[in-house]
């Protein structure tokens, strides 16, 4: 069984999910009638909130790659140097879309700048980001807007600059740094919450639905104080058409996502309905690779295809190819081909694990070797203290004494009985008996034999020839 720290998030695949699905919608979408709740007057929700909660989103994945680096500076500066190489490659691949030619604004570099952008965020505490998110949201599109005017008359993208890389990311392009930096930064904060817990998606729901009421209320409402004045630097500061960058558009486009987001995450606490969006959380869990072959059909379709649409199917084999391809390939392969590809480019999730490490060369510090602490001698406490303890007798033992061990007595050795004396048959035997003869035969002691002569020394050995080298 998996434990709750290694589950996925399925809700937050879910939003991704319909961010890119939106994004078909704005990019193919035919919308034949008006009406909200005709099957393609909903086609206005894909206009400029898909690509605001693609960011919104990439901030909460921010936040899931560095969580547990937090309180280690090391491994924080580890996950920081992945989040980089992940924006470069990124950056990359997003021009490599962008030079296939199709009418699409491509959002893979300006994704790379605000990861770039956004890391200096991702200590700092939820309400510290809010906060900061609110700031830009506050400064950010009166900046853009007046010196889009300044330069070219108009706040719409700098047409000769748009797709200047470096300042197409920042200022000129369709996903302005300078503003889109309140998307990633509200992703930021949301990804420090609980999102599992039902309360919290609760209460993104409702809060995300009040702002993006009162975002889009009081655009709408300004907007109907200055008709006539389209086009003008105060028309353009409150418009909420999308893609204005304006604060009443943004505010309304960043409650929009954090709602949707809370929704999802409510849904798929079910079971029933998890299992009915399985398509869909396979197409959000290979976002960057549905989103490429995306760009890649639509360069096959051409531009009239997206300018002058004729019909929506288009759109609607895209949508069925990408569910079915994301389903079959996440239960047979798991992680989709480019995330894959990304994942082996930016290098392991976890840091190499730290360890003294060798001493460098030149280096005049050497390691002090390692003694054993000098055992610490124990003062008893004077008598009369609150520690003194008086010694104890020793208790009388109840076990017998071990029976004496007798000593060891070698064996006594039999007397040597010797010969009796014999005469020699040329002299007489002695008068007396007890007295010896006069005349014996003297006893002959043999002497050992002698030394054997020493061996002659062993001839020296011949010099080892020195070895031969080989060429």
Not at 211 to 239: N, Q, S
Request: hydrophobic fraction near 45%; charge should be positive; charged fraction near 10%.
């Amino acid at each position: 069984m998996q434990t709750r720290a290694r589950t996925r998030i399925v809700g937050v695949d879910t939003a991704r999910g319909l961010a890119v699905l939106g994004m078909f919608v704005a990019h193919l979408g035919m919308e034949r009638h008006s009406e909200i709740w005709t099957t393609t007057g909903w086609f206005f929700l894909g206009d400029g909130r898909p690509s605001a909660l693609f960011a919104m989103l990439a901030g909460i994945g921010l936040v899931f790659m560095t969580r547990r680096a937090q309180d280690d500076p090391a491994r924080f500066a580890f996950q920081r140097g992945r989040i980089l190489r992940r924006a470069l490659i990124l950056y990359l691949l997003g021009y490599g879309l962008v030079f296939l030619g199709t009418p699409v604004a491509v959002i893979l570099p300006a994704y790379a700048v605000l990861f770039v952008v956004a890391v200096p965020f991702l200590r700092m505490s939820a309400m510290a980001v809010l906060g900061c998110a609110g700031i830009v949201l506050a400064i950010g599109p009166q900046i853009l807007v007046l010196t889009r005017h300044a330069f070219h008359g108009e706040a719409g993208p700098v047409h000769e600059l748009a797709l200047l890389p470096g300042l197409a990311e920042v200022w000129s392009g369709y996903y302005p740094a300078i503003t889109w930096l309140a998307y990633i930064l509200v992703g930021v904060a949301v990804g420090k919450t609980d999102l599992r817990s039902p309360r919290v998606a609760t209460a993104l729901l409702g809060i995300g639905s009040v702002v993006a009421a009162l975002g889009y209320g009081a655009g709408a409402f300004a907007e109907g104080a200055l008709v006539g004045r389209e086009g003008t630097i105060a028309f353009d500061l409150i418009t909420i058409e999308p893609h204005a960058n304006s604060t009443p558009e943004m505010l309304g486009n960043a409650g929009f996502a954090v709602a949707l987001l809370g929704l999802c995450l409510l849904a798929m606490s079910l079971a029933p309905l998890r299992v009915i969006a399985t398509p869909l959380n396979a197409v959000g869990a290979m976002s960057l690779t549905i989103y490429s072959l995306h760009i890649v059909y639509i360069a096959i379709l051409g531009a009239d295809a997206v300018w002058y649409p004729v019909s929506n199917w288009p759109l609607i084999w895209l949508v069925l190819a990408s569910l079915a391809f994301a389903l079959i390939w996440q239960k047979t392969l798991g992680q989709g081909p480019v995330e894959r590809l990304l994942a082996r480019l930016i290098g392991s999730r976890r840091p190499p694990a730290s360890g003294p490490g060798p001493t460098p060369p030149g280096s005049h510090h050497q390691a002090s070797p390692q003694y054993p602490a000098p055992a610490q001698h124990h003062v008893p406490p004077p008598p009369g203290s609150a520690q003194y303890q008086a010694p104890q007798r020793p208790r009388a033992s109840t076990t017998p004494p071990p029976a004496p061990v007798p000593h060891y007595q070698p064996p006594q050795a039999a007397p040597v009985q010797h010969p009796p004396h014999q005469q020699h048959p040329y002299y007489p035997a002695s008068p007396d008996p007890q007295t010896p003869a006069t005349h014996q035969v003297p006893v002959q002691h043999q002497s050992p034999p002698p030394d054997p002569p020493p061996a002659p020394p062993y001839p020296p050995a011949a010099p080892t020839p020195p070895p031969r080298h080989r060429a």
